[in-house]
């Protein structure tokens, strides 16, 4: 029987988890996490995060995977360590808060003295150069994901690309392991330095930034001119050179990953000359402005907010848009209410939390979807949603 290769993923969020799974097939993979509930739930085949794809993987598949609090037993042999630790983009640095990052590449070091210490969570460019640097090692390198929440095992097993930011051996084999997890055919692979590869993750998030807020924005026109605006972007969208990706007008654009990779972009050009980057982190800015003052045009006494999360099968409320508005309905001194069944509280914020969907509709003079729901259906007449298609 042939020795399994020992991968050892730190942190399980939902890079950190769709990685683990997706290697487990054929390597033995070992999550450290400082959380004692998730190592729990891990060990007993249960998902840390919402996705349906892993949840059925953990079920029914024949997986190596363990987890454990200690670092020591948990970097001890392996062959590849990978850091999928959140990166939260901090305000007052005008950059993405790298701590919990740099201090396992430091104990990754330490602690193995061979393995390939893989980046995976999003980093500042220039940052992995840096750690190389500090460390006077070629050993730590970056590669970006492109994964979305609710569907990151489904994006692992079916990837638009693979990029490593390295030359070495030891990267080619990563990559390798990558390809031999997913279920996708000839997978277009791409060997480049880590800075470039911190550099496509950071304008390729900033890139679908951009789309969201232009359609966006076109739908703001069309409410503003009272226009059709989903006949306007299907007769865009046909041209070819566009496509209809990403083209479902929202609240703004949200998530874990998009408002701060924007910022840490626009932060990355301050030696540079630009307007297109500073106009996309603003863009999402003007659009919930715009939405809160259509909804305040209304006239309600008490808004409902039906779900905190960006989209279907997700249950992050991280940087949501829909916050977003709820803060400036708040200040006009309206009423909310909130509808939330992933929220284990009576309060968000200051605004109650609804259990009952029933008892939701009736108290709301309006209700505000980012996307619609069938179980909305009996009273859309009081529903405000820009969602014109019906998908995330």
């Not at 290697?23 to 996490?33: A, E, F, T």
């Not at 910022?263 to 715009?290: E, G, H, M, W």
């Not at 209304?298 to 803060?327: C, H, W």
Request: glycine share 6%.
């Amino acid at each position: 029987m042939a020795i399994k290769t020992k991968i050892t993923v730190v942190g399980s969020g939902y890079v950190g988890m769709s990685l683990a799974v997706l290697l487990s097939q054929h390597n033995d993979v070992v999550v450290l996490d400082v959380d004692a509930s998730r190592v729990e739930k891990v060990n007993n085949k249960q998902s840390t995060v919402a996705d349906a794809e892993i949840e059925a993987f953990l079920a029914d598949k024949e997986l190596s995977l363990t987890a454990t609090l200690d670092k020591q037993a948990a970097y001890k042999g392996a062959s590849f360590l990978v850091v999928a630790t959140p990166t939260n983009y901090d305000p007052d640095t005008n950059r993405f808060d790298t701590s919990s990052v740099d201090s396992v590449v430091k104990d990754a070091l330490e602690l193995n003295s061979d393995a390939l210490v893989v980046i995976k969570s999003t980093i500042p460019v220039g940052h992995t150069k840096s750690l190389q640097e500090k460390h006077n090692t070629d050993r730590v390198i970056f590669s970006p994901e492109f994964l979305r929440e609710g569907q990151a095992l489904k994006d692992n097993l079916y990837p638009s690309r693979i990029i490593v930011g390295s030359q070495l051996e030891a990267g080619r084999a990563f990559a390798n392991l990558l390809v031999e997890g997913a279920k996708k055919q000839d997978i277009e692979t791409l060997f480049i330095r880590s800075t470039e590869a911190e550099a496509v993750k950071l304008f390729a998030n900033t890139y679908l930034a951009m789309r969201v807020s232009f359609f966006n924005e076109l739908d703001s026109y069309a409410l503003a001119h009272d226009l059709d605006a989903k006949g306007i972007i299907n007769g865009v969208c046909l041209d070819e050179r566009i496509g209809d990706g990403y083209n479902n007008p929202s609240f703004g654009y949200g998530g874990y990953c998009l408002p701060k990779d924007t910022k840490q972009l626009l932060a990355n050009y301050d030696q540079v000359p630009q307007t297109l980057i500073q106009a996309i982190v603003s863009s999402n800015t003007t659009r919930k402005d715009f939405i809160a003052d259509e909804i305040l045009k209304l006239k309600p006494k008490t808004v409902g907010f039906y779900r905190l999360v960006m989209k279907e099968g997700s249950d992050n409320f991280r940087s949501s848009a829909v916050q977003g508005i709820m803060k400036r309905m708040k200040v006009k001194g309206i009423e909310i209410v909130v509808y939330e069944p992933e929220l284990d509280l009576s309060d968000f914020f200051g605004s109650t939390v609804i259990k009952d969907l029933d008892d939701f509709k009736k108290m709301c003079d309006v209700i505000v979807a980012n996307r619609k729901a069938d179980c909305l259906r009996d009273v859309d007449s009081k529903c405000f949603s820009r969602d014109l298609f019906g998908d995330n």
